[in-house]
């Protein structure tokens, strides 16, 4: 039976941390899938980036950190935000998630790399699904001193080139200049 690995993200903008969790998975996994959530949101100050920027610069990363070939260990998905983000314990969001690896990848089993609070992300999947899932928790604290997403998009508004090169693949850094416009011109959450 194969072993899969999954890696859900919103991926606004991806940077190192992500790497480094999608590098784990494919050392101890046959296959990864990478999900790239809230597919359907844009244009705030939490989700900036649309899902095609987000895609072409997660490829991009990728190509950049594991070579042209990585499709043949790695597949990317899209997917959807159900949430209105104050919902941080919805089971039928965890169903989702599950549904969609298992028709993705086909497999009732597989691990989980997350670098988010264990507790909230555990609560998100209904007892009988946990049997299944092999959650793997990784501290961004120890590895990265803390980097988000959210660093990486202050970081590109305030032109902190060094933050970039250090914490980001170099696709964020060639493409600043639009991300930076596109982040600035987002709107606060209402």
């Known amino acids: 039976m194969k072993k899969v690995g999954i890696f859900l993200s ?9 790497l480094w969790l999608i590098e784990n998975a494919l050392k101890e996994n046959d ?10 949101k844009k244009g ?14 997660v490829e991009e990363a990728l190509i950049e950190k594991f070579g042209k070939n990585y499709e043949e260990k790695i597949k990317i998905m899209e997917l959807p935000d159900w949430s209105t983000e104050k919902n941080t ?12 690896v298992v028709s ?7 691990s989980y790399y997350c670098s988010e609070e264990p507790k909230l992300i555990k609560g998100w999947f209904d007892e009988y699904l946990k049997e299944r ?8 604290d120890n590895q990265f001193n803390g980097l988000s997403a959210t660093k990486i998009r202050e970081a590109l508004k305030e032109d ?3 933050y970039i090169k250090e914490y980001c693949p170099k696709c964020i850094y060639k ?10 011109s987002a709107k606060p959450l209402a």
């Open 160 to 162: 902190n080139i060094d």
């Open 89 to 100: 314990t919805d089971t039928e969001w965890g169903r989702l998630v599950y549904y969609n």
């Open 31 to 40: 296959k990864v899938l990478i999900m790239i959530g809230s597919a359907n």
């Open 175 to 184: 493409n600043r200049k639009i991300l930076k416009d596109i982040i600035k």
């Open 10 to 18: 919103r991926m606004q903008p991806i940077h190192n941390a992500h």
């Open 104 to 110: 993705n990848m086909d497999v009732k089993k597989f």
């Open 133 to 140: 899932i092999d959650f793997r928790f990784f501290s961004r």
């Open 44 to 57: 705030t100050d939490r989700n900036p980036l649309d899902i095609t920027i987000r895609r072409k610069i």
